[in-house]
């Protein structure tokens, strides 16, 4: 099917080259038969002669394929040799490794064109063993050796295996199953039971189906196949969740190395885990290669902050209940939450716990949609002055450690966000992360037109108080033609203003302009832009500016 597409789209995408592809097929034909037809015969000869009972058939190369090979090796279609495979069917694996070792001696492999996915069969189930030959006249072609069992699950798949199975039970025929032939599957559903959104399952999907593989052994023996360039911390997971979790070291054929090693095929690798270990590192995203991996790291980290944000999250509601003079009994009656739950799609009450303790809700929403279902018992006038309360009430509160207030929510997690680097005096505005609280941006922000098309998710934010005595980095970038002693210059400006430097980054540009880049600390926009009007004084300094 795969093949049949690519052609079809190869037609019509391409039509003088499908044009041409397919001419110079049809004139070489004949010769091609020749060719093929001479090499089975020879096969097939000396596979009788040693007692092998086997099929030999030939399969074409599809034109797309053809196309692409011309465009990758820059050639043109007469020097496309291999444009048949052969595929040896046998009866058992014995015969596999009997007819290789005769192809072997009838033809001369070519060195890096053979695979063996008989010993180590591919995650799908896929088993052949790939050898590529040059024939007596030079000319390169596949051969792929393999059972009829293997060709079954091969060609129509595990579902028409399983069925060949059942069918013959009761038969000699050999038909017995690995108990481990479906992780595969296996590991498929667990991915979709790890991740929620779709798209990341889909994307997680395709990156395992389609990935180039390293074998590795574990200290028992057992083969792990693994994506190029992974690590320990891919092998720890691809065990189970939780030995990646405790993972505190590595040993790679007997010596322990860091986890960061990159693996080789037939490394023999041994995880060291520890039951104090707190539990895996952000850091360990950088390295991972395997999606299942990246997965179970990003899985971890979103229950650990989850935790922590239902239990903020229901301190925050029953603050706010008991400002409005009621208690949590009398408020959270199970009927009234479930239909807040089903109002704002929440799955049970720590879900929605998590999303107030991280921002993703104000808690007033919870609360007024709670006191609509109470008040259907109660006096209704004395309801509307609570749902008033709650919007027009603010009382007296510890002033914000992040420094900045949250529209409707207390205390909400906040974060600076990198781009822009904002401080006190900037306008800014508020963006509601997943699970990581409030990222607050610049209104000038380089990314807040992405940011504003999630405009539910946008939030009123505001200085809790301009005169903060708190300090913030940011960096600002200086420009100057360059002369001896600038540098020196500039530091001395920012040092003598009693502002802290965090990093300085001095270099030459292609315009021979001397780029001075400082991060540096301030505690509000007013000193920052104090100080920038002090470095433009400079001598051969001709522009100051703030990084975003």
């Known amino acids: ?32 038969l020749a060719f093929i037809g001479d090499i089975v015969e020879e096969i ?3 596979l009788k002669s040693e007692g092998i009972d086997a099929e030999i058939t030939g399969r074409a190369k599809h034109l797309y394929s053809i196309y692409r090979k011309m465009q990758r090796d820059n050639i043109n279609l007469d020097q496309v040799y291999d444009l048949f495979a052969l595929r040896i069917i046998v009866n058992s694996v014995k015969d596999c490794y009997a007819a290789l070792g005769i192809v072997h001696d009838l033809y001369t492999p070519m060195q890096r064109r053979f695979k063996d996915y008989i010993a180590v069969p591919k995650p799908n189930m896929y088993q052949s063993i790939h050898t590529t030959l040059l024939s007596s006249s030079g000319a390169p072609f596949e051969v ?16 028409a295996h399983w069925a060949y199975k059942e069918a013959n039970k009761d038969k000699k025929e050999n038909v017995s199953v690995n108990s481990d032939e479906l992780s595969w599957l296996r590991q498929t559903l667990e991915w979709q039971k790890e991740m929620q959104d779709p798209d990341e399952f889909l994307d997680t999907l395709k990156t395992e189906l389609f990935q180039d593989e390293v074998y590795v052994f574990t200290p028992r023996g057992e083969i792990k196949a693994l994506p190029r360039d992974a690590t320990p911390i891919d092998f720890a997971y691809s065990i189970h969740a939780e030995v990646g979790h405790s993972m505190v070291g590595a040993k790679i054929n007997n010596k322990m190395m860091p986890i960061t090693t990159k693996l080789k095929n037939g490394d023999i690798v041994g995880v060291v885990t520890s039951d104090t270990s707190k539990g895996p590192s952000r850091d360990w995203l950088k390295f991972v290669k395997s999606s299942s991996a990246r997965t179970r790291i990003q899985h971890w980290f979103k229950k650990a902050e989850r935790d922590e944000n239902i239990v903020k999250g229901k301190e925050i509601l029953d603050r706010e209940i008991k400002r409005i003079g009621l208690s949590h009994s009398e408020l959270f009656k199970t009927e009234w939450v479930n239909v807040a739950l089903e109002r704002y799609n929440f799955v049970n009450n720590d879900d929605m716990f998590a999303n107030i303790g991280f921002g993703a809700i104000s808690p007033a929403k919870i609360i007024t949609k709670l006191l609509e279902e109470y008040k259907k018992e109660h006096q209704e006038e004395i309801i509307e002055e609570k749902i008033a309360q709650l919007s027009t009430s603010k009382p007296a509160r510890k002033p914000p450690k992040s420094g900045v207030v949250v529209k409707g929510i207390d205390n909400c997690l906040v974060k600076f966000s990198k781009c822009c680097n904002p401080v006190p005096g900037d306008d800014i505005l508020g963006y509601i992360t997943k699970g990581r609280g409030v990222s607050i941006h610049r209104n000038d922000c380089l990314n807040i037109e992405s940011l504003l098309s999630e405009e539910e998710r946008m939030i009123d934010v505001s200085w809790y108080n301009e005169d903060t005595h708190g300090t913030y980095s940011l960096n600002i970038e200086v420009f100057g033609n ?15 203003d009693k502002i802290n430097i965090l990093g300085v980054n001095s270099k030459m540009t292609r315009e021979k302009t001397a780029l001075i880049e400082i991060n540096l600390e301030v505690e509000n926009v007013e000193r920052l832009q104090g100080l920038l ?3 433009r004084k400079i001598d051969s300094v001709y522009e100051v500016r703030r990084k975003n």
Request: hydrophobic share 35%; proline share 1%; aromatic share 8%.
């Open 482 to 496: 360059d002369r001896r002693g600038l540098l020196a210059d500039v530091v001395k400006e920012v040092t003598s």
């Open 144 to 159: 792929q050796v393999r059972t009829w069992n293997m060709h079954r699950v091969a060609e129509l798949g595990i579902a």
């Open 533 to 535: 009007k002090k470095i």
């Open 1 to 32: 099917m795969k093949w049949e597409l690519e052609d079809l789209g190869f037609r019509y995408l391409h039509p003088e080259e499908y044009r041409e592809i397919v001419e110079g097929i049809e004139q070489k034909r004949e010769e091609r």
């Open 44 to 46: 097939e000869e000396a």
